[in-house]
């Protein structure tokens, strides 16, 4: 009696406790779910997690930093300026200003006039195709100015005597460094494009030698006649470059 009463009722209950089961697994998938929209939304905040159409490019970064830099340089400048002007009302000795004055222009921080040299760079058609029989076709980076390109136009004006150089539109310092990425010019906290002018005062003559006897300089000019990068040396008699209106504060530095 006890046996079979037992037997009559095991098969009913174990359809019972599938359901139950059953029930369970469905609650828990919708109680999951339910807090992955949850967290969706509020790391969203609002915005479409499957675009990027709310988030800035890294390009527009660089030009936004590049924008507020120019502006804080201006700043800068337009304070150094009101703290000179306060200088020379404590009534500087005649040595004391002169003094000044050449160390001023020795570190570029005051405009420069005279004669030099403008050189241009610039990247070459995108199209380009070999202009020299035997020569290989272009890969991209055949065809764009590279770090080294500009800094050997520098180096060289340095070497041929240059009282200063103007990178586009900023004068280099002691502590300016000339960085490319990607194919623009990181400059003092600001970006370029080419093409890259580069100018230097000092005497005409020997600024062009400099330049034509660099080997790199050469080895440029090879691609300029392969693939027709841009080249251009102007002289002038009369250039004007501005003085450097920035932070000439020393970061960091390394013993070679």
Not at 33 to 40: D, E, N, Q
Not at 228 to 252: C, F, H
Request: glycine share 10%.
């Amino acid at each position: 009696m006890t046996d079979s009463t037992i037997s009559s009722q095991t098969p009913a209950a174990r359809p019972r406790r599938g359901r139950i089961v059953g029930r369970a697994l469905t609650c828990t998938v919708f109680a999951l779910a339910g807090l992955l929209f949850y967290v969706s939304g509020r790391t969203a905040h609002g915005t479409d997690l499957r675009t990027d159409n709310s988030l800035l490019k890294l390009s527009d970064v660089i030009q936004q930093r590049s924008t507020q830099n120019q502006q804080l340089q201006e700043q800068v400048a337009a304070d150094q300026d009101r703290a000179d002007g306060l200088a020379r009302e404590q009534g500087q000795t005649p040595d004391d200003a002169a003094r000044l004055a050449a160390l001023q222009q020795a570190a570029g921080l005051d405009a420069l006039h005279g004669p030099g040299l403008t050189v241009t760079l610039d990247d070459a058609p995108p199209n380009a195709t070999a202009r020299i029989p035997g020569v290989p076709e272009p890969g991209v980076n055949d065809l764009v100015i590279h770090q080294q390109d500009i800094q050997a136009v520098v180096n060289a004006l340095w070497r041929g005597g240059a009282e200063g150089i103007q990178v586009m539109d900023q004068r280099l310092v002691s502590t300016s460094a000339v960085r490319c990425v990607g194919n623009t010019l990181l400059l003092q906290g600001r970006v370029y494009s080419p093409p890259y002018v580069i100018r230097a005062v000092g005497r005409t003559e020997a600024l062009r030698s400099a330049v034509d006897a660099d080997p790199t300089i050469r080895n440029y000019l090879g691609y300029v006649a392969a693939y027709g990068l841009g080249w251009k040396v102007q002289e002038g008699n009369e250039l004007s470059l501005p003085g450097y209106a920035g932070s000439i504060d020393l970061r960091a530095a390394s013993a070679q």
